[in-house]
């Protein structure tokens, strides 16, 4: 995470996922995206947490753990959840990125089984 960081650069945005919103590694690259001028989103299950605090947008996924799919296995799904919204609206806003999902499935339909 610390080396792509370190590349980013004025323009570019960063996404940071950490549950706790504590963990160190990723807050180390949290720092070097911002010290490079890049903007930070947070998707976090911690909404007073450092990483929220350092962040420029942050996305909160507050989800109490279920004894079915494990410790902090319910805030996964719910970050996985943010991250497919986001990732739609910015597919959404831009129509080269339409255009080319379009011409993916396109290709991917022609692949299947006729059956």
Known sequence: MLMSAALLQQG???VAFSSSG???AVLEAVGQARKNGAQVIALTNNPGSRLAHEADVVLCATAEDS???GEQGAARVAQLALLDALFLAVAQSNPATE???S?????????RAPW
């Open 103 to 111: 011409r993916t499935m396109a290709a991917l339909r022609a692949q």
């Open 67 to 69: 004894p079915l799919i």
């Open 22 to 24: 504590q963990t160190l």
């Open 12 to 14: 570019d945005v960063a």
């Open 99 to 101: 255009a080319s999902l």
